[in-house]
């Protein structure tokens, strides 16, 4: 490493200019590497998952670079100035200009489109959570679906809440500095040793604190904590206001006609009284009506598919007065199908369910055998190394084993028309056949199962869900 030498974010580079001897070495490597891959992805794509995949590799990079530039520090004295420069150097990433880099290659909004919306949500929620503070801004539209929220490590409030508007059309908005309890001293709980003991639920129930740099909104903490519910599950679900460093309460807005029960509508409900209004349609005999009514079929549809429960609601509602005036039967014609028709849709949702919990289970084993291998090796000073390794080998499992099935079940619950069902139905168990080829024929499944640390059930818990969700999907 020579004197002065200014990092980058580069594999090469990092090869050719770290001292010998470092054990965590491997580990920046490895970190650059994705992000280097991550960087090329989104200068191709411009889209928002890829802008999040860089910022997430980005942030491996950081936290490789703190654990080299610790060791480098440490052993300085012992081995000379080459390690001294080399922590010198490694201090010097310029991970803003980065962070800007990729704001700036974003072409795909995300704030615009509610599913894309959800994941830069979970993303930006838990990035929180791990730092403990970040830049905000928020726009608050009529209703919780509305609302947006965007966090930023060095991008400034006012900078994220100009995005916002630009992208979102809505101007009632405010930015500041966010935290997660941790960093202000509330909600965690610790044991003697410091470290924190939370489960998921309490994970879950966070309270974000947002203090205030602009000005205070009526009824934004309610708000808010609205929009964390929409689209949880997040790390966080409620909001607390500060202003000049004191707590101060939110403001009534006598304005706001959301309802807090808003969240507690249920989708399944909805999608099978709109999958029993759709039956009705066939038996209205003047056809312009029915085109009509068809028309406010798909639209519901729409709206439950991007979350829009109430307005969903809305629609459906107004489509059941519709039919009920225009003198439509209860079954469309066909008695004998509407039991079944209207089974669909909830046992589907449940399968849904039971494979996001799968896939939700098998990380938190893929978990709990790191912290199994990081603790038992924590000791002997490569810790870091082994648990850059380890990510590295298994993310393969969950980005194979990915959301393609729950958002393809969604698909089928949501979806009216029996024939396009089938159609999706069996594009669904193309996938789960996917699956099902891999956890019989990957190598690693069988070694993560059989280690000598924990024992662990990956093969066994996926191979049944998938069983399960097969018997319903037809």
């Known amino acids: 490493m020579k004197k002065g030498e200014k990092p980058e974010f580069s594999v090469s580079w990092w090869k050719g200019s770290q001292p010998k001897n470092l054990k965590s070495a491997g580990g920046l490597e ?9 960087r090329g992805k989104l200068e191709s794509s411009g889209s928002g998952d890829d802008a999040e995949a860089a910022e997430k590799a980005l ?30 150097c490694l201090k010097k990433f310029d991970y803003d200009k980065e962070h800007r880099w990729i704001d700036e290659h974003v072409e795909e909004g995300m704030f615009s489109d509610p599913d894309v919306y959800k994941k830069y949500l979970l993303t930006a929620c838990k990035r929180l959570n791990s730092r403990g503070e970040m830049n905000f801004a928020f726009v608050l539209g009529k209703k919780a679906e509305q609302h947006r929220m ?3 490590p060095s991008k400034s409030g006012k900078a994220l809440a100009g995005m916002l508007t630009k992208e979102t059309g809505i101007h009632m908005f405010t930015f500041g ?27 879950g129930n966070k309270t974000m604190v947002l203090a205030l740099e602009g000005k205070q909104i009526a009824g934004m903490a309610k708000k808010g904590a609205r929009m964390l519910k929409k689209f ?7 909001i607390t206001l500060m202003v ?6 939110d403001l009534d807005d006598p304005e706001d006609t959301d309802s807090d029960d808003a969240e507690a509508l249920d989708p399944a ?16 005999a003047d056809l312009a009506l029915k085109a009509s009514l068809a ?39 066909n008695g004998g199908a509407q039991e079944t028709g209207s089974t669909v849709p909830a046992a589907v949702t449940k399968a849904r369910q039971a494979w996001i919990a799968t896939r939700g289970r098998v990380g938190d084993e893929l978990e709990k055998l790191l912290t199994a291998i990081v603790t038992t090796y924590q000791s002997d000073g490569i810790a870091a190394d082994l648990e850059t390794r380890y990510r590295n080998r298994v993310s393969g499992v969950l980005n194979t084993l990915d959301e393609s099935l729950s958002e393809k079940l969604n698909e089928v619950a949501g979806t009216i028309d029996a024939t396009r069902r089938t159609t999706l139905a069996g594009e669904a168990k193309t996938i789960m056949d996917r699956y099902q080829s891999y956890v019989d024929g990957e190598a690693l499944l069988v070694d993560l199962d059989d280690n000598p640390f924990v024992p662990l059930h990956i093969r066994q818990t996926v191979t049944a869900t998938l069983a399960a969700v097969a018997k319903v999907v037809h």
């Open 30 to 38: 490895s970190a650059l590497k994705s992000y280097e891959s991550a």
């Open 59 to 88: 942030d491996g990079v950081e936290k490789a670079a703190k654990a080299a530039t610790a060791e480098a520090s440490k052993a300085s004295k012992a081995k000379g100035d080459d390690m001294e420069l080399t922590a010198d």
């Open 150 to 152: 965007a966090l930023h």
């Open 177 to 203: 500095v966010a935290r997660s309890p941790e960093s202000v001293g509330t909600d965690a709980s610790e044991d003697p040793n410091g470290a924190t003991s939370e489960t998921e639920e309490e994970v």
């Open 232 to 238: 949880k599950p997040l790390p966080f679900s409620k």
């Open 244 to 249: 000049d460093g004191k707590e101060v309460r």
């Open 269 to 284: 409900a909805l999608t099978r009284a709109l999958a029993e209004l759709a039956r009705r349609i066939p038996g209205v």
């Open 295 to 333: 028309r406010m079929a798909t639209q519901a549809n729409a709206l439950l598919r991007a979350n829009s429960l109430a307005d969903a609601e809305q629609r459906i509602n107004e489509l059941r007065t519709a039919l009920d005036q225009a003198g439509a039967p209860a079954n469309g014609g």
